[in-house]
C-alpha cells in the first residue's frame, strides 16, 4: 500500500503544548481512577506495593511518551500509533492498531464513559440512569435497545461530537475548561483529604496478603488502561504549532501532572481506608472516600466532580480517536469519506461522526461490556509495538531529521517494550480465554484490510 508524504489533505495548526497537555489530562483521568483502584488491592494486597505499581505505572507512561514525543516529532501527523505502525511494520500492522482504536479502544472508551455518565446524572436528574427499556428496535444480530440512560448516554457522545465538528476553536476551549475543571476538582478533594479528612497513615505501610509476580503484572493491565491516553497529543501532531518542539512538551507535562494526581489519589484512598478495605469496595471508590471524608452531602459534591470527569473524557476521545481513522483514510486504507474535512470548519467532520455513532451503538446494543474485557491488553500490545518503533526507524533512518529524542534511549524505551511484552503474555497465562477472544477480534480486522488495500489496488 502506498503512502504520500505531502497528503492531500492538511489539518490546520491550531493548538499549543498546553492544548496538547490538557488534552492528555481529559483522556486519561476519567472512570478509571473512579472504579479500577479496588481490582488493583485485590491483585496487589500491600499498601506499599499498590502505590509502587501505580508509580511503576505513571514511570512506564512517562517513558512510552517520551519515546511518542521522537515519534511525533519525526512524523507530524495525524493518527498516532497507526502512522508509526504503519511506517515502521507495513501497512497491516498500522491498520490493526486503528480497527481496534475504532472498535474499542476510543468508541469503546467513550461508550463506557457516557453510560456512567448516566448513572451520575440521575443523582440530580432522577431516572436519568435507568435502564428499563422504553422500547427497541429488533434490528438483526444487534437488536437496539432503548431506555433513559442509553438515551442520555448517546446524547452526551452526540454533543461531544457537534462540538468538535464545528471547529478546533471550539473543541480547544471545551476541552481546557473541562480539564481545568477537572485538575482543580481532584488536587481540592486530595488537598482537603490529607489535610482536614479523618484517617490513618499508618493504613500507607500494611499489608493484608502477599504479593505474587503473577498478581502484580496482572494489576498492571488495569493501571495501564487508567493511565491509557498519556499518548493523546501525538495523534494530534498534524494540529499542534512547531510539534517538533511542543509535542514533546505536551507529552511530559500532561503525563506527569496526570501520574502526581494519581498517586496522590491513591495515597488519599489507603488514608482513609485500608488496603483490604479499599479491595472490598463496589462501585466508585471516590463515592465511598468522600461519604468518609464529607459525611452526607460527599454524594453531591462527587458527583459533580464525577460529571465534570467523565464528561472531559468523553470531549477528549472526540478531540483525539477521529484522527486516527482520518489518517487511515488519507492513505486509503479506511473508508475513504473519513478523509474528508469540512468546507468550513476543517475538521475531519465524517470521522467525527463515525466514530459517535459507533459509541452509540454500543450503548444501544450493550456490546459494551464485552470490549471492555480486552481493552487493556490490545492497549498494552499496542503501545508496546508503537514504543519499539523507536528502535526500528532509527535503524532504517538513521539520518532523518530527528527535532527531539526519546529521554534515557535506548534504556527507557526498551524497558517499556519489556514491560508491555510480560503485561500481554501474562494476560495469556492469567486469563487465556478472554485474551484470545481479544486478540480474535482485533486478528478480524484482517479481511477489511484485505478488502480495502485490493479497492485501492
Known sequence: MTTTTSPPVS????????????????????????FLPPLIAASVPSAPMFLLTWLVGGLLAFAGAMAYAELAALRPRAGGEYVYLRDAYGGLAGFLTGWTSFVAGFSGAMAASAIVLALYLDRFIPGAGSAAPLFDVPLPYVPLTFSTQTIVASAAILAAALVHIAG???????????????VAAFVGFIAFGLTLGTGSAANVQQAAAPVTGSGWLFALIPIMFTYSG???????AEEIRNPGHNVPLALAVGTVAVTV????MNVLFLYVMSIGGL????????DVVADRLLGVRAGDIMGVVSIVSLAAGINAFTFAGPRVYFAMARDHAF?????RVHPRFKTPAVSIAAQAAFAILLVLTGSLDALANYVGFAITLFLGLAVAAVFVLRAR?????????????????????????????NAFYSDLNRTLIGAGIILAGIPLYLWFRRRTA
Open 279 to 286: 479491595a472490598s469496595v463496589q462501585g466508585s471508590v471516590l
Open 230 to 236: 498519556w499518548n493523546a497529543a501525538a495523534y494530534m
Open 335 to 339: 473508508f475513504t469519506s473519513m478523509a
Open 11 to 34: 489539518l490546520e495548526r491550531r493548538l499549543g503544548p498546553f492544548d496538547g497537555a490538557a488534552i492528555i489530562v481529559s483522556n486519561v483521568i476519567g472512570g478509571g481512577i473512579l
Open 261 to 264: 494526581i494519581y498517586l496522590l
Open 168 to 182: 478546533i476553536g471550539p473543541g480547544r476551549t471545551v476541552t481546557n475548561v473541562l480539564a481545568a475543571l477537572k
Open 397 to 425: 533512518e538513521p539520518g532523518a531529521s530527528r527535532p527531539f529524542k526519546a529521554l534515557g534511549y535506548p534504556v527507557t524505551p526498551a524497558i517499556f517494550v519489556l514491560a508491555s511484552l510480560a503485561i500481554v503474555v
